[in-house]
């Protein structure tokens, strides 16, 4: 029993930290969208408009069948119900991971294990303390959403459900972590599981023939919930269903495997492969390639679905001039209507390149923390070349996600008839670059000056900043508040021109950003973790 | 006379309130085996991460054949380096990591890097991963020496290795140095370095606190005489000579500093059976800086 409390104790303290910020930055997000909701539609009128606009096809492919938005609850599930469940998702499966198979890869586990515990007996109490942490992300959202003035009921409803996703991907890396015997594969696999359950999503809300696929995915099942309005408590068994089975494949998957090996365990002594290993700018290329293909391949296969979808709304924003006046009041220039679109939805792209620059970094970092970087700086490598190297190839590689992106984009565009041309679509994601240099050059000043807290403090400002320039228009904050995001600067390419100045001087930042923490590196003692 | 290998002068590094090392002094000739002494915390990590810039001293410089230790660029063309905890890219096969650090370094010679795989008993097919501490570190020492570098820093490289492929480190240890290679040996294991080095050092929290040649070591320490007498003991209290005395069984042990007269004088009056002298080996000289 002692040991057993011993292993929930060690597990909690791994995990415990993410587990309160995530928990903490949902309710923030929580009690924003609460706000925007009543500066955004402040009476009953302007809530009835939305929840006519909001069951329009286009706008339901993107963003869901709207639930009870004329009350601030449904509307957040709304706008903000997939991105509440995929922050809980995400953390779970990293949290998973990090205690089902990073211990293992870190051959800490089996100090765990040799006191007395099954290893089938501390994976349930591992899963038991990421569950504890799902619950901990559910009451952030409950809380937030009652103190924002939501039922009670409902507010619950949708805090168990979140809690319940984060519980189901949680199963899922539990499971991926048994079959991949490295930390990154496991958790590669758990997150393109999410990434289908989203593209589920999408498709069953395209159109209702296909709204049965809802039952196919977690995602649908918040809708299906219906929270705020009938509370169907009885959907939140689905959630209990799935972790339950996918929980108990996973320990059955335990017992039958030795520790430090999985299940779909790569050759221990493969042919060896002596490309890109000349130098160290060539290595950190090779290292990184894995997991570039995988935000590529992420990236298209999202951009493609969209631009297959791009005529539908082009065809329902020509049709309906009330809603064109109202895409108009927000600031989209319709005068052509498939650039106006695509610019609007470009600043999402720098959000999501300025993540994969972070996690970039990140990696460099890694290579600093686990000390293997020791190996290139003690030969006649100086510092500055490796560290210049990354910023280069990080450049180089959020350039070439832009490009693929908006390959896609054009091409699943194309595949439906559409007339947005391949220019057009290539500009509209390049245009965020200057941002993501920015947040780049960021990432690498901490890495000099303060190398503990590289991805960490990037994510967060520039998620922070991605925030601020969504909602700050709408809560009608100052324009000297909105305009220290620097996502505020990008001009809506290609329905108006490229921001030249704002790029240059963000550009310009980054790379001094960069140059400074280049100057910090050099300086200071190797961190380990 | 020859450039030194290894220079330090004034070498400092303070971690915050912590003093690592303090105002090291140090000449390590070409073509010698140093020893490095002293206890977990002594310093000796710390040395060595300064003499390869992978830390910034807090005062004093360091020269790697007279090339400042801060000049990377030039000074790591003549030395390599084996740290206490070798980490590896998991996902790499030892072939692929040696393939990897010779192309950083650049000058190696291919038959001796076999050789060293060989002589090691290293698989280099494998994945890093599946490698055990012994053999991450065999990885490290091959890479270490492959290049056949002017300077080897080795910190603590044997720890993870058995018996047996300690003493092929030892005889390729001994191959470098007759090639006029220098090894800075960082080590607890005092019989490595007893059977290994010419020099050696003795750190003690962060302050060297003795340079000799093992030889003169010896001579400036004690020497250990066994008595096994025939009754009483003599009073062996008041000489200044004597440092330890124990009790043994039918005799005692003393070890003397200096010169043995007073000693013999004192035990000419009872009758001895047996007296042996020993030199102290050097976990005894070690233990009397502590």
Request: aromatic fraction near 8%.
């Amino acid at each position: 029993m002692g040991t057993q409390l011993a292993v929930v104790r060690l597990s909690s303290r791994l995990v415990r930290r993410g587990a309160v910020l995530v928990a903490l930055g949902a309710a923030v997000y929580v009690v924003v969208e609460a706000f925007s909701y009543e500066a955004a539609y402040p009476d009953a009128a302007s809530r009835a408009r939305l929840a006519e606009f909001g069951d329009e096809p286009a706008v339901r492919m993107l963003s869901g069948i709207p639930y009870a938005v004329d009350t601030v609850g449904g509307f957040v599930v709304w706008d903000g119900g997939p991105f509440l469940q995929v922050l809980a998702g995400i953390w779970a499966l990293i949290a998973t991971v990090r205690l089902l198979r990073a211990e293992e890869d870190a051959e800490r586990a089996e100090l765990v294990l040799a006191g007395p515990v099954t290893a089938t007996r501390a994976v349930a109490l591992q899963l038991g303390v990421v569950l504890a942490g799902c619950l901990l992300i559910g009451t952030g959202v409950t809380a937030a959403l009652a103190a924002s003035g939501a039922q009670a009921a409902g507010s619950v409803a949708v805090g168990l459900a979140v809690a319940g996703f984060g519980a189901a991907f949680a199963a899922v890396a539990a499971v991926t972590s048994q079959l991949f015997e490295v930390r990154r594969r496991a958790v590669g696999a758990a997150a393109i599981a999410l990434g289908l359950a989203f593209l589920l999503r999408m498709v069953s809300n395209s159109s209702d023939e296909r709204a049965w696929v809802a039952w196919a995915t977690p995602f649908g099942w918040m809708d299906r919930l219906r929270a705020f309005g009938e509370n169907r408590w009885w959907v939140l068994g689905l959630h209990v269903g799935l972790m339950a089975v996918l929980a108990t494949a996973a320990l059955v998957l335990r017992s039958r495997r030795d520790i430090g090996t999985a299940l779909l365990a790569s050759s221990d002594a493969p042919r060896p492969r002596l490309r890109l290993l000349g130098s160290p700018v060539a290595f950190a290329w090779r290292s990184s390639l894995g997991i570039l293909a995988a935000w590529a391949a992420g990236l298209v296969l999202y951009t493609f679905v969209l631009g297959t979808l791009l005529v539908t709304m082009t065809d329902f924003l020509t049709e309906d001039p009330s809603y064109r006046a109202a895409l108009e009041l927000m600031g989209v220039d319709l005068t052509e209507v498939t650039q106006g679109l695509i610019g609007v939805m470009g600043v999402l792209y720098g959000l999501v390149f300025a993540l994969y620059a972070a996690w970039r970094v990140g990696a460099a970092r890694t290579e600093e923390a686990t000390g293997r970087l020791e190996h290139l700086l003690t030969r006649p490598v100086p510092r500055w070349r490796w560290f210049g190297g990354h910023a280069v190839l990080t450049l180089v590689s959020a350039a070439l996600l832009a490009t693929v992106t908006g390959l896609a984009l054009w091409a699943g565009a194309a595949v439906v008839g559409s007339d947005l041309t391949l220019a057009d679509a290539v500009a509209s994601t390049a245009n965020t670059l200057p941002v993501v240099v920015l947040f780049a050059g960021l990432a690498f000043l901490v890495l000099g000056a303060a190398p503990r807290l590289t991805v960490g403090l990037t994510i967060g400002l520039a998620a922070l900043a991605y925030v601020v320039q969504i909602v700050g228009p709408m809560l009608e904050w100052p324009s000297y508040v909105v305009g220290l995001s620097p996502f505020h600067h990008l001009a809506p390419v290609p329905a108006e021109p490229y921001a030249l100045v704002a790029g240059l001087v963000m550009a310009g930042l980054g790379v001094a950003a960069a140059l400074l923490g280049m100057a910090a590196f050099e300086r200071r003692d190797l961190a380990g973790a | 006379m020859d450039l030194p290998a290894i220079s330090t002068h004034g070498l400092t590094k303070h971690f915050g309130p912590v003093v690592a090392l303090q105002d090291l002094d140090l000449e390590v000739a070409q073509g010698e085996i140093f020893g490095y002494l002293g206890p977990n915390g002594a310093g000796k990590s710390t040395t060595i991460r300064l003499l390869l810039n992978l830390i910034r001293p807090t005062a004093g410089s360091a020269e790697i054949m007279g090339i400042p230790a801060r000049d990377v660029a030039r000074a790591h063309r003549h030395v390599t380096y084996v740290p206490g905890d070798v980490a590896l890219w998991p996902q790499l096969t030892g072939t692929e990591i040696l393939t990897l650090l010779g192309n950083v370094s650049g000058g190696v010679d291919a038959a001796y890097r076999d050789e060293l795989v060989e002589r090691f008993q290293l698989d280099p097919t494998k994945r890093a991963r599946s490698y055990s501490k012994g053999n991450r570190q065999k990885v490290a020492l091959v890479a270490a020496f492959m290049t056949r570098p002017d300077v080897l820093l080795l910190d603590e490289p044997t720890a993870g290795l058995d018996p047996l492929m300690e003493e092929e480190f030892q005889r390729i240890a001994r191959d470098a140095t007759a090639r006029g290679q220098t090894i800075f040996l960082s080590s607890h294991i005092l019989d490595e370095v007893e059977d290994l080095c010419d020099r050696v050092g003795i750190l003690r929290e962060g302050h060297l606190v003795e340079v000799a040649a093992l030889e003169e070591l010896r001579r400036m320490h004690t020497t250990v005489f066994e008595a096994i007498v025939d009754g009483e003991l003599p009073d062996l209290s008041g000489l200044r000579s004597v440092t330890v005395t124990e009790p043994i069984p039918g005799g005692v042990r003393v070890s003397v500093t200096g010169s043995p007269a007073e000693l013999l004088t004192r035990l000419a009056s009872v009758p001895v059976i047996q007296l042996r002298s020993h030199e102290p080996s050097l976990e005894e000289i070690f233990l009397t800086y502590y």
